[in-house]
């Protein structure tokens, strides 16, 4: 059992090019390549060949035939020296929500056996941890903005009730 209660998959999915290009079976291939059990936040995982034909109960040529076709569409890769699969542009739609969760990702892209996929799992998940970011600090400086703007409002208030109180009917005197 997979330690991810959901995987996210994107609407936007339904309008790619690449996806509605493929066969029905390719399709599901594909889906179930980004959330199946072995998924983790990295995008990258172990997938033996037996393990996908059981869970899709298909056969191993069919099977091969699929991945081979996705590989092609460059919306998966393969190493078949480690069993990896990794999901092409996985960040795009599943990148670090936190600090916290890039942590546990990099734990999880520091294990990759291969290379190859290692390597590009790490930069586009640098990519995408640095957009987060960026995105954080431009809520953050616009949240610094707001809460200034509210306190101008404020203090000009606190002015006019102070003047508003040196006057000579709130001192008590009659006109």
Not at 50 to 68: I, S
Not at 110 to 124: G, Q, W
Request: with cysteine; proline share 2%; aromatic share 8%.
């Amino acid at each position: 059992m997979s330690a991810r209660d959901f995987s996210k998959v994107s609407p936007v999915l339904w309008r790619s090019a690449r996806f509605m290009s493929l066969d029905d079976v390719a399709k599901v291939h594909f889906l179930y390549f980004i959330t199946n059990a072995h998924v983790n936040s990295s995008g990258v995982y172990h997938l033996p060949d037996g393990y996908a034909c059981a869970d899709l109960r298909c056969d191993l040529e069919q099977y091969r035939r699929n991945r081979a076709i996705l590989i092609d569409a460059k919306m998966i890769d393969w190493d078949e020296e480690c069993s990896l699969i990794l999901v092409e542009r996985w960040f795009k739609h599943n990148g670090p929500m936190s600090e916290d969760h890039a942590t546990g990702t990099m734990r999880f892209l520091n294990t990759i056996e291969s290379d190859r996929l290692r390597e590009k799992a790490v930069e586009a998940f640098h990519e995408a941890n640095e957009r987060r970011r960026e995105k954080a600090a431009e809520k953050r400086a616009d949240q610094e903005r707001k809460a200034a703007e509210r306190t101008k409002i404020t203090a000009s208030m606190v002015g006019v009730t102070s003047n508003l109180m040196k006057t000579r009917m709130m001192g008590g005197e009659r006109a």
